[in-house]
């Protein structure tokens, strides 16, 4: 009788456990399966449709497992003894051939959707995109917006239903660019510029974080994305940046001092003075003997 207690409690316990991180899950708000974007309601499919695939090997394991062990224990002197079934074509193709298919299916998902969700790629749209340059701090968040001549720290703010097409960087240890509600994570380098393009089909507040583990302080490197409902509403923040009496200006001068190691996480917006401000940071790290910035290698992310 205990030894049935122990196959029941093999078999029910893995499904209790995954039950309640079901039910605790889903009192919890969690941005990746809460989407607000296009690029991250696509990337949450390929997660749901990964964690169902792989219930057709965990789910058959977990009650073999407690099959085997009720009917093979000590005590079930009635259990067939057939080492003969060693070599058995159709138990190997059984155990080989469900693995083998399954590996198959990840492998084209995998390929379709790692060129289908290329952050490189820009994001095919009638809107036209708006420029964003990221550039990871010491621990902080510096957005520079070239055509509007503004830089903002520490928060980010786009029209919903645009594309906003980002290049990131580092002057700093190695960061990563997440915004979960919408996509895509990408990592952030000295010296290297990569790519990405996200939407916010809906307009909100979502986190933004540095989801690279940089040494301390690296949690506190946390942001607000404001989607506002419109581009005409995003033009009309510009304006009324614009028209502001006073504004701090930002150029590389400052920036060298700007860009000092802090742990403020005070929200900054300041007039950009030098649209090449972006480049100029990237090219700090350019090696002396290869004639041409590391700007120009783009797409460094994962």
Sequence with gaps: MKSWHAVVAIILLPIIIGLAV???ASTQHVPVFDPQGSVGAHEKDLILFTLALSTVVVIPVFLMLGIFAW?????NHKAAYTPDAE???WLELLWWGIPIAIIAVLSVVTWVSTHALDPNKPLESTVKPLNVQVVALQWRWLFIYPEQRIASVNELVIPAGTPVNFRITADGPMSALWIPSLGTQVYAMTGMSSKLSLIADHTGTFRGS?????GTGYSDMYFNVK????RQDFDSWV????DRPKHEHLDLDQYLTFAKPTHDKSVQYLHLHDVSLY????????HSDSGHHSSK??????
Excluded at 210 to 214: D, E, G, T
């Design 239 to 242: 304006k009324a940046f614009n």
């Design 71 to 75: 009917r093979y224990r000590d005590t």
């Design 87 to 89: 070599g058995n074509r």
């Design 227 to 230: 989607a506002l409902p419109s």
């Design 210 to 214: 540095n989801s690279n583990i940089s």
């Design 279 to 286: 480049d100029e940071i990237v090219s700090k790290y350019a």
């Design 297 to 302: 290698h783009e797409g460094h992310e994962e």
């Design 22 to 24: 079901f039910a605790y």
